[in-house]
């Protein structure tokens, strides 16, 4: 059985979007070489979309450990050409995986930020 709890689904005009564990999504198709990605079916909106569509690794042609290489040393405070020498890839394959990395992150935290309390003193000085 898939553990599709930490999924949601992902078109915007859906009622259950961006929902997670809400019960509306299946697994309707897996693929790729190894069938390693899962095409996830949603039945409220009737959308359909893969399980690594919103995350950083989506449409990425690296392979997974190198990917998750590139990710680890660029959160551990390695520079873009340090990277990409450390893992053997392209300083622009660095950069690309940087760039949407970073987005997915802002996505993340804006969506966890918006359950903060707000503080009605202002900043801190
Ligand atoms: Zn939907």
Redesign the pocket.
Known sequence: MDDLSRFC???AD????ARRDAG?LSVCMRYGQAHQHRLLY??????RFSDRKGTPLFGARLSPDKLLAVLAHLADGCGVRQTARLVGVGKNTVNRLALRAGRHARQLHDELVGFSPLDHEGPAR
């Open positions: 689904c992902l078109n859906c009622p259950d979007y509306n949603c039945k409220t909106c009737r959308g």
